[in-house]
């Protein structure tokens, strides 16, 4: 069995906004905190994969308490969304099914299709999710080749804003709770364009108050972080 790793016991605690590189796994994110605060115990509120880049709110020693609340905020993302194929992955990460179409959807018809995904929603995950099912991950099954249909969740979209368009590339900000997977509304906002859906690129701008504005790139975490780069431990429960 791999070791637990050991914590400091130490009085720093608080959070630390990290804007995640391309690649980067979000755990790839919490070792490089912990080793920067001397190992001090550290925990993150929102998986972001490693295809994306972005907020990745980092809790340190008391401050792990507040991963669940923190988990429960609102997310905003700004995303391109490729409309001229599907992928296994519904990002660009799979193999692509081009889908020809005989034009490509006006802007209208996009603002009509968004609409029909804001509110609370039905949402089936990806296949290729962290999602488990019977013991395994969702992702791993669908790598060794099984069929996995995952159920539908009700998942809340505040909001769509439609940034730019230029066939086939979309580009949206997107306001939503947890649980919502943006590569989930690529692929269906193209099944219902009768065009093609996938992430060709995802950025997440904010986890509740805490934004881009207040993030620390990678090279940040080559030094050693003290309690003045920390943001104060939000109430805990």
């Known amino acids: 069995m791999p070791r637990r790793p050991r914590y400091r016991k130490s009085a720093?605690?608080?959070l630390l906004v990290v804007d995640k590189p391309l690649g980067w796994?979000?755990?790839d994110v919490v070792r490089r905190v912990r080793h920067a605060a001397g190992f001090v115990k550290t925990g993150h509120a929102g998986t972001l994969d490693p295809l994306a880049t972005g907020v990745v709110?980092?809790?340190?020693?008391?401050?792990?308490?507040?991963?669940?609340?923190?988990?429960?905020?609102?997310?905003?993302?700004?995303?391109?969304?490729?409309?001229?194929?599907?992928?296994?992955?519904?990002?660009?990460?799979g193999p692509r099914e081009e889908v020809v179409v005989d034009r490509p959807p006006t802007e209208?018809?996009?603002?009509?299709?968004?609409?029909?995904?804001?509110?609370?929603?039905?949402?089936?995950?990806?296949?290729?999710?962290?999602?488990?099912v019977e013991?395994?991950?969702?992702?791993d099954l669908a790598r060794a080749g099984e069929q996995v249909e995952l159920p539908k969740?009700?998942?809340r979209v505040d909001g769509i804003q439609r940034l730019g368009y230029a066939?086939?590339?979309l580009t949206l900000a997107i306001d939503c709770g947890k649980g919502f997977y943006v590569r989930s509304l690529a692929r269906d906002l193209g099944a219902r364009l009768g065009c093609g859906g996938h992430l060709a690129s995802l950025r997440r701008t904010a986890v509740?108050?805490?934004?881009?504005?207040?993030?620390?790139?990678?090279?940040?975490l080559m030094e050693p972080i003290g309690a003045d780069d920390l943001w104060p431990t939000p109430p805990l429960p």
């Open 12 to 14: 720093l605690e608080g």
């Open 25 to 27: 796994s979000s755990m």
């Open 57 to 93: 709110v980092c809790c340190l020693g008391r401050a792990t308490r507040a991963v669940e609340a923190l988990m429960a905020q609102p997310k905003r993302y700004e995303t391109v969304i490729d409309l001229s194929a599907f992928t296994s992955t519904d990002d660009r990460e």
């Open 108 to 132: 209208a018809e996009i603002d009509e299709a968004l609409q029909g995904f804001v509110g609370e929603i039905e949402q089936a995950p990806p296949a290729y999710s962290a999602i488990h």
């Open 135 to 139: 013991g395994k991950r969702a992702y």
């Open 153 to 155: 969740r009700v998942v």
């Open 167 to 169: 066939w086939p590339e």
């Open 208 to 220: 509740g108050e805490y934004d881009l504005s207040r993030a620390v790139g990678p090279e940040r």
